[in-house]
């Protein structure tokens, strides 16, 4: 048996002084009765040779191994449990990890594998959990599981996939738990999931999933092809529309679709999901839902974050639920004294429409896909459809007239049309009554048409209109008149134009307006006449990414129901704290690329009780005060501050509700000011970088796995300077000398 090592491993690396065993590599720690060895930090190139043979747990983490050789680990054939995280892995030769048949646990995450070859899991055959977060990965090659017959877990979070192939994941007959979230998925072919027949969740979440009715193909569940999934996460994908029986699991239990872009669900999507009990659909774009049919254990329906439209075609909805004891969440947008009202006290006869607001019956007929049932409500018949455009009446009511050379908005659709296309085409100017005969058209699209003006009236007519795309033209300014004539409409993008102001008069005339987009114009300041509250009363999200906005008028972001704000990438040098002071329910700001170099005290105190998400990278800020934070609680759950020039970080112990928290690329000064901040860090379960750029010695470590906090005072951090500008170096008050004298040796907290 190997060596009883004098030292046990202390909590505190630093301090263990070299051990000398014969089995123990240089630079590693090794804990002979755990069967333990840890080289951790220490930038090897090599997979040090002396490990002894009877050790069960390698830790490599953050080395530079960059390639794993075949046979990489021939001498430890005794490993359950291998840690090469963060190891600047580029590639992982075929027959890598062949001797190892009884690791249990292989951690891959954090480096920069982009493809997984045929072979190179091969030999692992007890392995349980694989985890490969954090990389390139872009391709599978087809095998590249077929020796992982235990395995439970498979993580591929946060790479770079854009397909799955057919039978990738073949060979894993145990697998439980399968994540894809965050890659950029947009393609799964027929058979991605083929042969999983024990999985019972699949994360799908924060890809680029983009399902066409006639595509059925890109989304899983096909056919019975995951027969014992119980959880499926498809969450952040902009898929638009579900048809019938998108998603048929005979075991679902949970889904979630939330953050999506939905505009449409039929009625049918769930047909072969009967045991599904929670089903998230909230932050979609959905103005009404039908009852839906397969389901029968429905309890929880989730429509957070809906512009739902309280009338009565949501009385059927309304209906059904009370009858199946299914919980409705989520609140009304209209009709205005229906506003924010919750849907789950909303009656039956409450939801009413006025003489006149007629059903959609048309969607109703028209929901179901070609093939099921016949379509005898509509012969079929010679379609009119004007020249150079392309109509269909009996399935989609889709017009497209998509970069046909038009130089004019055709006339002449189809009235059942419900979506009309006419990106990329060359009408420089849209004339008054521009649309007729379209009052049964949901969404309009003009992208990229060179518009230059839009005529008072243009879209008169079009009462039905929810989305309005004129986003790449070259408006310069809007008639205050635009719009009139569009009360449903909702959401409007007028992004990549070049507009030079808030075109407030314009939106004045759009009662029900959720979501503006105004990314990429050249709008300079936010004036009190764009006031929110005045013009815009019932605009939940506002997004004003890359313009060049350097000020806000105090009243002028005033707005009781404004959720989301976009400011990032203009020309701010201050939080805008004033303008915020009547946003009561602000749940995201993003003011990332800005020029702000100093955040002072109680900057976000009056949006603090709804703020869940702050976005502040890339600043050039140089200082937060210590109260920047000031009020923000629990219900902050994102912040970032990456990218600045923070030497500290005021004490973010109150934001016990964090789960995400971003501090790289800081020049964080180590010293007993950041006492709190590691503190902190100890006690949260989040992963968090933080480095050290000073004092020198200490430069590039990271500040959870440096030490000269010990020898601060307990009670934490000396006053930091307040009120005056930022101030590279830190003034030293008595707290600091003191702090930064010799060392007292303190008992170190063990963990
Ligand atoms: C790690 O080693 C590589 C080459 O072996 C060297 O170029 C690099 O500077 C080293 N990095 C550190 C932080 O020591
Ligand atoms: C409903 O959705 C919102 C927003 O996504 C979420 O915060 C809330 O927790 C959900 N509620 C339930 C019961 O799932
Ligand atoms: C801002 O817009 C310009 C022009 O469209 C583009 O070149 C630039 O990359 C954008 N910047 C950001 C940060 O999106
Ligand atoms: C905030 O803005 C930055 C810069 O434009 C962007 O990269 C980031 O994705 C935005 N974050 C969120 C959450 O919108």
Redesign the pocket.
């Known amino acids: 048996m190997g060596f009883f090592f004098a030292v046990i491993l202390l909590p505190i690396l630093v301090l263990c002084p070299p051990v000398e065993a014969a089995k123990c590599p240089r630079m590693c720690n090794c804990d002979s009765s755990k069967l333990t060895v840890a080289c951790v930090g220490k930038n090897l190139t090599d997979i040090p040779s002396t490990v002894d043979e009877i050790t069960l747990k390698l830790d490599l983490k953050n080395n530079n191994l960059q390639v794993l050789p075949r046979g990489a680990f021939l001498h430890t054939p005794y490993l359950t449990h291998l840690n090469l995280q963060s190891c600047n892995i580029v590639k992982v030769k075929e027959g890598a990890f062949r001797t190892l048949g009884r690791l249990v646990s292989l951690n891959l995450a954090h480096n920069k594998i982009d493809i997984l070859y045929q072979e190179s899991f091969d030999g692992l055959s007890s392995l349980k959990e694989l985890n490969l977060d954090n990389n390139r990965v872009e391709e599978i090659q087809p095998g590249a599981f077929t020796q992982l017959g235990f395995l439970n877990m498979l993580a591929l979070t946060h790479n770079q996939l854009v397909y799955i192939p057919n039978m990738a994941f073949q060979g894993l007959h145990n697998i439980k738990w399968l994540r894809l979230s965050h890659n950029s998925l947009n393609n799964l072919a027929p058979e991605a999931f083929t042969g999983l027949f024990t999985l019972s969740r699949l994360s799908l979440d924060h890809n680029e999933l983009e399902h066409q009715q006639e595509d059925i193909t890109s989304l899983p569940g096909q056919a019975q092809q995951l027969p014992e999934v119980t959880h499926l996460d498809m969450s952040h994908n902009p898929m638009t529309y579900l048809g019938e029986d998108s998603i048929s699991m005979a075991k679902l239990t949970h889904l979630y679709l939330d953050h999506m872009s939905l505009q449409d669900l039929s009625d049918q999507a769930l047909g072969h999901a009967p045991l599904l009990s929670h089903l998230d659909l909230s932050y979609n774009q959905l103005r009404y839902l039908e009852p839906l049919s397969g389901p029968t254990q429905l309890t929880s329906l989730n429509l957070t974050g809906n512009p739902i439209y309280c009338n009565c075609f949501m009385r059927p909805l309304r209906e059904w639920a009370r009858v199946g004891g299914v919980k409705l969440l989520g609140s009304c947008v209209g009709p205005p004294h229906l506003s924010d009202e919750l849907l789950e006290t909303m009656t039956a006869l409450g939801l009413r429409c006025r003489p006149g607001e007629t059903l959609k019956e048309e969607s109703e007929e028209n929901d179901e896909q070609p093939g099921n049932t016949p379509p005898t409500v509509k012969p079929q018949h010679k379609v009119k459809c004007p020249v150079n455009c392309d109509c269909d009446v009996s399935f989609s009511q889709h017009a497209t007239c998509e970069g046909r050379g038009h130089t004019k908005v055709p006339r002449g659709f189809p009235t059942v049309t419900q979506l009309l296309d006419l990106r990329s085409n060359h009408f420089h100017y849209i004339p008054k009554n521009s649309f007729p005969g379209t009052s049964k058209v949901v969404s309009v699209h003009l992208e990229f048409c060179k518009i230059r003006e839009i005529e008072s009236g243009a879209f008169r007519g079009m009462k039905n209109l929810f989305y309005l795309y004129l986003s790449d033209n070259d408006l310069t300014s809007l008639d205050p008149e635009a719009f009139v004539g569009l009360p449903e409409l909702t959401y409007l993008h007028l992004e990549?134009n070049r507009l030079i102001q808030f075109p407030g008069s314009a939106l004045a005339a759009i009662p029900n307006l959720f979501v503006l987009h105004l990314?990429?114009n050249a709008i300079s300041k936010l004036e009190p006449t764009g006031l929110l509250s005045s013009v815009t009363p019932s605009l939940r999200e506002l997004y004003l990414?890359?313009n060049t906005i350097s000020s806000i008028a105090k009243d002028a972001l005033d707005s009781a129901l404004l959720g989301v704000l976009h400011l990032?990438?203009n020309q701010l040098t201050e939080v805008p704290t004033q303008a915020l002071s009547k946003a009561a329910n602000l749940e995201e700001i993003n003011l990332s690329?800005n020029s702000i170099r100093w955040v002072g005290p109680y900057a976000f105190q009056s949006v603090s009780q709804s703020l869940k998400r702050l976005n502040m990278d890339k600043m050039d800020m140089e200082q937060m005060s210590r109260d920047a934070l000031a009020g923000l609680g629990a219900g902050l759950r994102a912040l970032t501050v990456r990218g600045n020039k923070l030497q500290e970080v005021p004490d973010l112990s109150l934001l016990t509700g964090l789960e995400v928290v971003d501090l790289q690329d800081n020049p964080l000064l180590c010293d007993c000011p950041l006492l709190p901040l590691r503190r902190w860090m100890e006690n949260v379960n989040l992963e968090v970088v933080a480095t050290c750029s000073s004092p020198p010695e200490l430069k590039g470590q990271k500040v959870r796995d440096i030490h000269v906090f010990k020898s601060c005072p307990e009670t934490g951090s000396p006053p930091q300077t307040e009120k005056t500008k930022p101030k590279p170096s830190l003034k030293k008050t008595p707290a600091v000398r003191a702090a930064s004298a010799k060392p007292k040796v303190k008992k170190e907290k063990d963990r």
Do not use: L, Q
Request: proline share 0%; net charge negative.
């Open positions: 990549g990314e990429r990414t890359n990032d990438s690329h």
